[in-house]
């Protein structure tokens, strides 16, 4: 499985943005980029996922480089409540074949203060 | 919907006893499947389903049975408990045809 690695951990203020990267550099052609997020005590919440364009959603914003080695999740306006741990996950292309779960790795840490 | 149940919350086990963590979603999921997670650490995989009547393993299946009935339910089996099996373990599922995985809230087990 391709791997990804991000900061152990990141602070933020209440109210301002927070980007979150992610290097992917072995990120294969039909590996589709995953951010998901675990409030403590809590099972992980899908929050966006991209495959080569940037993408909007309710939640974020999901940035993906040009030649795809990196991406970046944006919180537009960080919350308290958006203190959790991010992971940024690949999954390979063929999701629906089987053995193509999601690989977690240890995530960013992301601490909002107020 | 309630999405993705499992039960119980907690449990506590001595080594060499046997349990079933269930697990259940309401959503028509035909892709089920077990994570642990032990502390500080990401998920890993323990089994999948990809239907009823149809299971595999995933990263680490050693200790653990699963069986798929139905679409709605997957439990998982310890079949003799260790300590090294105390962990937080998530039952998730999606469509197959669809990227977005549904987490239940976890069941935490202490092995002694």
């Known amino acids: 499985d391709a791997k990804t690695t991000q900061p152990n951990s990141m602070e933020s203020n209440e109210e301002e943005p927070v980007h979150l990267p992610c290097n992917h550099s072995t990120i294969s052609g039909t590996d589709y980029i995953h951010w998901y997020r675990q409030l403590p005590s809590q099972g992980p919440e899908y929050v966006i996922h991209g495959l080569t364009s940037n993408v909007n959603n309710r939640m974020a914003s999901l940035a993906i480089a040009e030649d795809r080695k990196s991406s970046t999740l944006i919180l537009h306006r960080a919350t308290l409540r958006d203190a959790a741990v991010y992971y940024c996950i690949l999954r390979e292309g063929l999701w629906g074949t089987g053995r193509r779960a999601l690989t977690f790795g240890s995530g960013t840490r992301l601490q909002v203060q107020p | 919907n309630a999405g993705v149940t499992q039960t119980p919350k907690f449990q506590v086990l001595k080594t060499g006893q046997s349990m079933t963590l269930q697990c259940a979603q309401d959503?028509?999921?035909?892709?089920m499947s077990w994570y642990r997670q032990d502390p500080g650490m990401g998920l890993r995989l323990i089994h999948y389903?990809?239907?009823?009547?149809?299971?595999d393993q995933g990263e680490v299946p050693n200790g653990y049975n699963v069986s798929r009935s139905t679409t709605e339910d997957f439990p998982l089996r310890l079949l003799s408990a260790a300590p090294s099996q105390t962990s937080v373990y998530f039952c998730?599922?999606?469509?197959?045809?669809?990227?977005?995985?549904?987490f239940g809230p976890g069941t935490r087990l202490l092995v002694l």
């Open positions: 389903s990809v239907g009823a009547g149809i299971t």
């Open positions: 998730a599922s999606r469509r197959l045809a669809e990227e977005t995985q549904y």
């Open positions: 959503m028509n999921h035909e892709y």
